[in-house]
């Protein structure tokens, strides 16, 4: 068995969609898996040339494999039957394909009531953090419990262990680092284990695990109700560029300058072996070469040129080096790594 993973190493939104869209068209892998969160999340892809957005349901689907949400996950019910439509709709298959882990919990209409965006959070008011609450809590249900999931169940361990033939999951994790419900800066941070670990509740044992894909943007966004815009035009300037609007809510997402500090901290818990950082096209359009150290209101570096800013950046990743060699990409196409 082998598994590689997509983590986020900011706060969601760096393009995980994207990378995992692109990885999966080398045909390696029999199945995708989500592994954390909910319709929560906004996955944002171009397939075969038309745009689309997913919230829940792996991107396997495109592909014709076995796209599993899984047990690490919370499920929506009717938005999980709403995304299912959306797809066949628009003429992506999703029959014999479309699975959510039985021990995955389900959101009720309850969580959904209770969670209202509470202003000291800005959640995205999907019932997400109520659903882990309860589960956690052992009130929750479980997706096998819910007689309309039947024909969609299946057993990860049984998936994925018990079986002659070879397995190769992409496992595809929702949100970021800064999110994440142990490592995040709390309380501002989602409910679920948005780090590589988290791929690995999902019956993954460790030792399937072949690469880590740690994806994060030029510059840092972020959505929810702490003050993180940056002072100044460059920050509007990159949130119109790079038409940064949540995917699931709409609101804007605030910028910022990318905090290396935060993003080495990323690569070395998760254990990423290859970084992909996104949108070098927009911040070449904004011609700013600024990194942060640390936190909203760090200090600037200021790298001048483009060449600079990448060669610091590798540096900085791969320092001190006491591993293997963390591969760093700069990608600056929407549709392409
Ligand atoms: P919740 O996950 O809806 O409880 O929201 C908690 C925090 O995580 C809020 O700041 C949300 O804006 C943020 N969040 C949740 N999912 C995403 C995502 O997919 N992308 C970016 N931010 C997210
Ligand atoms: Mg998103």
């Known amino acids: 068995m082998i598994a590689d993973i997509i983590v986020g190493l900011s706060f969601g939104d760096e393009g995980k969609g994207k990378v995992t869209h692109h990885l999966l068209k080398s045909g390696d892998y029999t199945h995708c898996l989500r592994y954390n969160g909910s319709n929560n999340a906004g996955h944002t892809i171009y397939h075969k040339g038309e745009k689309f957005v997913l919230h829940a349901i792996p991107m396997g689907v495109f592909f014709g494999i076995k796209s599993i949400i899984g047990s690490g996950c919370v499920v929506n019910v009717q938005h999980f039957f709403d995304e299912i439509r959306m797809l066949e709709d628009a003429g992506v298959t999703t029959e014999g394909l479309v699975y959510v882990a039985k021990n995955a919990h389900v959101i009720t209409d309850g969580h959904l009531s209770e969670d209202t965006g509470d202003v ?96 994060a943007k030029a510059y840092d966004t972020y959505v929810g109700a702490k003050d993180f815009h940056g002072e100044g035009r460059a920050f509007d300037l990159l949130q119109q560029l790079g038409d940064e609007f949540g995917a699931t809510t709409g609101r804007p997402r605030q910028c910022n300058w990318l905090d290396i500090k935060g993003l080495k901290k990323a690569v070395d818990v998760n254990g990423v072996t290859d970084v992909i950082i996104n949108k070098v096209d927009v911040i070449r359009q904004a011609s700013t070469w600024n990194l942060r150290m640390g936190p909203e209101r760090s200090i600037m570096v200021q790298l001048g040129s483009e060449a600079n800013w990448k060669r610091y950046i590798k540096r900085y990743i791969n320092n001190p080096r006491n591993t293997e060699r963390v591969n760093i990409v700069f990608s600056e196409s929407p549709e392409r790594i």
């Open 120 to 215: 000291s959070i800005g959640t995205t008011k999907r019932g997400n953090g109520p659903a882990y609450r309860d589960k956690y809590a052992r009130l929750g249900q479980r997706a096998d419990k819910i007689s309309e999931l039947a024909p969609y169940l299946i057993d990860t361990y049984e998936e994925f262990h018990m079986v002659e033939r070879d397995v190769s999951v992409l496992c595809e994790g929702a949100q970021g680092f800064g999110l994440d419900i142990d490592w995040g800066d709390y309380p501002y941070v989602t409910s679920s284990h948005c780090t590589a670990a988290g791929a690995l509740l999902n019956g993954i044992p460790p030792r399937a695990v072949r690469r880590v894909y740690g994806i």
